[in-house]
């Protein structure tokens, strides 16, 4: 059965940086792609990157500076960090598995950017 | 990057009614492209993926349809339980953009 879980804390401070994690199971992380997308409070979905298979990386134009995604496939882990939060980085982070018949999702982690 | 324009970005039908959603891509993208429901507090669900297959256990009044760069999410007769967000996603090249929403409210 396939599963994604995010994890990480729920506030973080303007400035800082935000450190979040996928921990899958049912599949291996060196078989499938997984990928980050946000949600703004009450807005729409943002693709925001993707760990591919083999390890290669590719990022959304506008977060490319601040992003940066890995994985521990030991752990059966990816990662997420994505520095100088904003307020209007706040919202749910989802990490997700692609397919072809249409793709898994964690249950996703809202996070909020205030001091 | 590819841009999905989605519309309408709200509508409000009736039960019985049918329905359809529209996403125009600004580059080709093949048929790579995938529709999500999403229900308030809950995850996207995919209800068709590559433009037209319905996606395991999604009911048969959802389809979905291409005319050249027009992609369309329809439901053929509205019931309760459609009331939710829309989402494109198109997945033909990299950066992934997804359109930017449908809610869709029940009369």
């Known amino acids: 059965q396939v599963q994604l879980k995010e994890s990480g804390p729920g506030l973080v401070q303007p400035s800082q940086t935000l450190s979040l994690t996928c921990t899958v199971s049912?599949?291996?992380?060196?078989?499938?792609?997984v990928h980050w997308v946000r949600q703004p409070p009450g807005k729409g979905l943002e693709w925001m990157g993707r760990?591919?298979?083999?390890?290669?990386?590719s990022y959304n134009s506008a977060l490319k500076s601040r992003l940066s995604i890995s994985r521990d496939t030991s752990k059966n882990q990816v990662f997420l960090k994505m520095n100088s939060l904003q307020t209007d980085d706040t919202g749910t982070y989802y990490c997700?598995?692609?397919?072809?018949?249409?793709?898994?999702w964690g249950q996703g982690v809202m996070v909020t950017v205030s001091s | 990057d590819i841009q999905m324009t989605q519309s309408p970005s709200s509508m409000s039908a009736s039960l019985g009614d049918r329905v359809t959603i529209t996403c125009q891509a600004s580059?080709?993208?093949?048929?790579?492209l995938i529709w999500f429901q999403q229900k308030p507090g809950k995850s996207p669900r995919p209800m068709i993926y590559y433009a037209t297959n319905l996606a395991n256990g999604v009911p048969s009044r959802f389809s979905g349809s291409r005319s050249g760069s027009d992609y369309s999410l329809t439901i053929s007769s509205l019931e309760s339980e459609d009331m939710a967000d829309y989402h494109c996603?198109?997945?033909?090249?990299?950066?992934?953009?997804f359109g930017s929403g449908t809610k869709l409210e029940i009369k």
């Open positions: 996603l198109q997945y033909k090249q990299y950066p992934l953009t």
């Open positions: 997700t598995r692609d397919n072809y018949g249409g793709w898994y």
């Open positions: 760990m591919r298979y083999n390890g290669d990386t």
């Open positions: 049912g599949f291996s992380l060196t078989s499938y792609n």
């Open positions: 580059q080709d993208i093949g048929n790579n």
